[in-house]
Nanobody
Framework: QVQLVEPGGGLVQAGGSLRLSCAASENIGRFNKMAWYRQGPGKQRESVATITIDGRTNYVDSVKGRFTISRDNAKNTVYLEMLSLKSDDTAVYYC?????????WGQGTQVTVSS
């Protein structure tokens, strides 16, 4: 059973920045894919950014140019660097991993952007 732990999150002013981290209980170098999802108030959960085992990344249009996903295999950690935050970015952010064809989720961390 893979565990994903997401410390961080918090309150930030619009235009500010924040970095989320997700620490895995296993060697992420063997994870097929890791991603960050988010669910805003009254919204469905959406994929924000993904990174594959070979380092390919993909982003939802609304965060392109502002968010960056990266992984540090030595630390078994994936990051989401968020710049130029907007009120629409307010959501619970979830770390996700696909490992050996199974899906795993973190507990979620709240990000609130004040305008």
């Amino acid at each position: 059973q893979v565990q994903l732990v997401e410390p961080g999150g918090g309150l930030v002013q619009a235009g500010g920045s924040l970095r989320l981290s997700c620490a895995a209980s296993e060697n992420i170098g063997r994870f097929n894919k890791m991603a960050w999802y988010r669910q805003g108030p009254g919204k469905q959960r959406e994929s924000v950014a993904t990174i594959t085992i070979d380092g390919r990344t993909n982003y939802v249009d609304s965060v392109k140019g502002r968010f960056t996903i990266s992984r540090d295999n030595a630390k078994n950690t994936v990051y989401l660097e968020m710049l130029s935050l907007k009120s629409d970015d307010t959501a619970v952010y979830y770390c996700y991993a696909n490992v050996r064809f199974s899906d795993y989720w973190g507990q979620g961390t709240q990000v609130t952007v004040s305008s």
